[in-house]
T-cell receptor, first 115, second 113 residues
Framework: EAGVTQFPSHSVIEKGQTVTLRCDPI?????LYWYRRVMGKEIKFLLH????????ESGMPNNRFLAERTGGTYSTLKVQPAELEDSGVYFC?????????????FGSGTRLTVV | LAKTTQPISMDSYEGQEVNITCSHN???????ITWYQQFPSQGPRFIIQGYKTKVTNEVASLFIPADRKSSTLSLPRVSLSDTAVYYC??????????????FGTGTLLAVQP
């Protein structure tokens, strides 16, 4: 089966601009997650979708970040306006079922650089 | 959510067995223990998961003592391609309160020829 696909793989934008990251989960996976690693830090949870609903968005850093998953398929993560501290790698993951029993499949990530 | 502690780095040689131990003293009853592997420029990749005792798959073995406060990932006969960061995670669990994965610093395993 196709894996989790993220686009773009790299993005360089100026401070104050807007960037939209996209994630296509594995077909049939209702659960979709966003994580990120900023420079020198650990990978951190951002939010969790179950189909089109936000199940947990406790990790979203502030209101400059907006995640959507219309129709319960692909998801977008918009950063507006971007700040320097938003630079890092943004990972998307999906799973068929809730919980740890079946593991999560991660995408290769989008490396975001804000200059 | 349970925090994990694992060595920052380990060195090994090709053909050796590598054991990476992780401490998770505050693991909850519903928590599973999961290990991920991450290569540069890739996302973490699921390796193995367990709840208690021993789990083995085609890639690795996972040893979990009765108190579940630690776990050991065992990689048999490593090769150069096993050089990666290995993360130990606890959390989620079917019916658990959250599905967040809590990543620690991971262990950078460097395999040398």
């Amino acid at each position: 089966e196709a894996g989790v696909t993220q686009f773009p793989s790299h993005s360089v934008i100026e401070k104050g601009q807007t960037v939209t990251l996209r994630c296509d989960p594995i077909s049939g996976h209702d659960n979709l997650y966003w994580y990120r690693r900023v420079m020198g830090k650990e990978i951190k949870f951002l939010l969790h979708f179950v189909k089109e609903s936000k199940q947990d968005e406790s990790g979203m850093p502030n209101n400059r970040f907006l995640a959507e998953r219309t129709g319960g398929t692909y998801s977008t993560l918009k950063v507006q306006p971007a700040e320097l501290e938003d630079s890092g790698v943004y990972f998307c993951a999906s799973s068929r079922f809730r919980g740890e029993n079946y593991g999560y499949t991660f995408g290769s990530g989008t490396r975001l650089t804000v200059v | 959510l349970a925090k994990t502690t694992q060595p920052i780095s380990m060195d090994s040689y090709e053909g050796q067995e590598v054991n990476i131990t992780c401490s998770h003293n505050n693991i909850a009853t519903n928590d599973y223990i999961t290990w991920y592997q991450q290569f540069p420029s890739q996302g973490p990749r699921f390796i193995i998961q367990g709840y208690k005792t021993k789990v083995t798959n085609e890639v690795a073995s996972l040893f979990i003592p009765a108190d579940r406060k630690s776990s050991t990932l065992s990689l048999p006969r490593v090769s150069l391609s096993d050089t990666a960061v290995y993360y130990c995670l606890v959390g989620g669990g079917y019916g658990g309160a959250t599905n967040k994965l809590i990543f620690g610093t991971g262990t950078l395993l460097a395999v040398q020829p």
